[in-house]
């Protein structure tokens, strides 16, 4: 039972450029959300997809947009990249329902020079 | 508003000692959902065990046990007879019917010597 990828690993971009990251549930798994993991800090959550659709959002600027495809997989975009985005951004997934268990993608580490 | 407290920056143990980590929770929400996760240096978040707000028994598993407290808003948890494989980053988190969203600490830093 694969569990939750996420590609890519790593990936370096300069100041203004765009990136997409990508995400493919676990199994049976048809709920995703991105979350935002500064160093040193808690994941922020971003958003929440469901059905393809954008469900819940957190405090992030509308440079972050999303998407889910009819297969659940999901991608993030970031356009005009800050120095301030460099993290881990994490993906996890869960079955519908308020209290299922999110299990986390490895996370990508961008870095924004 | 929802918000997780976890004290505790960073702890150093030897190994075999038992530590606790705290954490303490906010919510008006009546129901919840409070979650432990641990982020080892390869970075991924695995999920250890999840508690719900009617659900004030305390558990154990194998070295792992928690300890809820609603009256005190707490959700503590503890590592007994620490192993050198602990050392990790521990998150508390919490969703609630309201913020639909997990909510994570600043996550406790353990570092397990031998």
């Known amino acids: 039972d694969a569990g939750v990828t996420q590609s890519p690993t790593h990936l370096i971009k300069t100041r203004g450029q765009q990136v997409t990251l990508r995400c493919s549930p676990k199994s049976g798994h048809d709920t995703v959300s991105w979350y935002q993991q500064a160093l040193g800090q808690g994941p922020q959550f971003i958003f929440q997809y469901y059905e393809e659709e954008e469900r819940q959002r957190g405090n992030f600027p509308d440079r972050f947009s999303g998407h889910q495809f009819p297969n659940y997989s999901s991608e993030l975009n970031v356009n005009a990249l800050l120095l301030g985005d460099s993290a881990l951004y994490l993906c996890a997934s869960r079955q519908p329902g308020l209290g299922n268990t999110q299990y986390f993608g490895p996370g990508t580490r961008l870095t924004v020079l | ?114």
């Open chain 2, 1 to 114: 508003a929802q918000k997780v407290t976890q004290a505790q920056t960073e702890i150093s143990v030897v190994e075999k000692e038992d530590v606790t980590l705290d954490c303490v929770y906010e919510t008006r929400d009546t129901t919840y959902y409070l979650f432990w996760y641990k982020q080892p240096p390869s970075g991924e978040l695995v999920f250890l065990i999840r508690r719900n707000s009617f659900d004030e028994q305390n558990e154990i598993s194998g070295r792992y046990s928690w300890n809820f407290q609603k009256s005190t808003s707490s959700f503590n948890f503890t590592i007994t007879a620490s192993q050198v494989v602990d050392s990790a980053v521990y998150f508390c988190a919490l969703i609630t019917d309201y913020g639909q969203n997990f909510v994570f600490g600043p996550g406790t830093r353990l570092s397990v010597l031998p």
